[in-house]
C-alpha cells in the first residue's frame, strides 16, 4: 500500500533548475526520515540529500551549495530544490523512505522506494 510517487523531472540546460517532488502515500509521513539518491548509466546508485524527522538536513558534497532537499508534512511531500544544474547531475533520481525518523545516508538503510524521475542536463 505504501506508494512514493516522483515528479518533476525532464530536461534543462546547465545552469537551470528543476524542483522534483516526493508524494508518499499508505504510511506515517512526519516521523519518517525521506531521502534523494540518483543512478547514472554504468553508475552505482548514490546518495544525494537526506532529511529527519525533525527537518535536520544533509546533502552530499556533490551537490552541496546547489541542491536543497525539504518536507512539507501537510502534503505528505519531499522536495529536491536543484539549482546550477551540470552534467553530470544526468541521472534518474529516486525517492526513498526509511522505517526510522533519523537521518541515513546509505541506500540500505531506506525500505520504500519510488519508481525515479529522470533528469537530464545538457551542454
Known amino acids: 500500500q505504501v506508494q512514493l510517487v516522483e515528479s518533476g523531472g525532464g530536461l534543462v540546460q546547465a545552469g537551470g533548475s528543476l524542483r522534483l517532488s516526493c508524494a508518499a502515500s499508505?504510511?506515517?509521513?512526519?516521523?519518517?526520515?525521506m531521502g534523494w539518491f540518483r543512478q547514472a548509466p554504468g553508475k552505482e546508485r548514490e546518495f544525494v540529500a537526506a532529511?529527519?524527522?525533525?527537518?535536520?538536513?544533509v546533502h552530499a558534497d556533490s551537490v552541496k551549495g546547489r541542491f536543497t532537499i525539504s518536507r512539507d508534512n501537510a502534503k505528505n511531500t519531499v522536495y529536491l530544490q536543484m539549482n546550477v544544474l551540470k552534467p553530470e547531475d544526468t541521472a534518474v533520481y529516486y525517492c526513498a523512505a526509511r522505517t526510522f525518523g533519523d537521518i541515513a545516508t546509505v541506500r540500505s538503510q531506506y525500505y520504500f522506494w519510488g519508481q525515479g524521475t529522470q533528469v537530464t542536463v545538457s551542454s
Open positions: 532529511i529527519a524527522w525533525n527537518d535536520y538536513r
Open positions: 499508505g504510511m506515517p509521513f512526519d516521523n519518517k526520515a
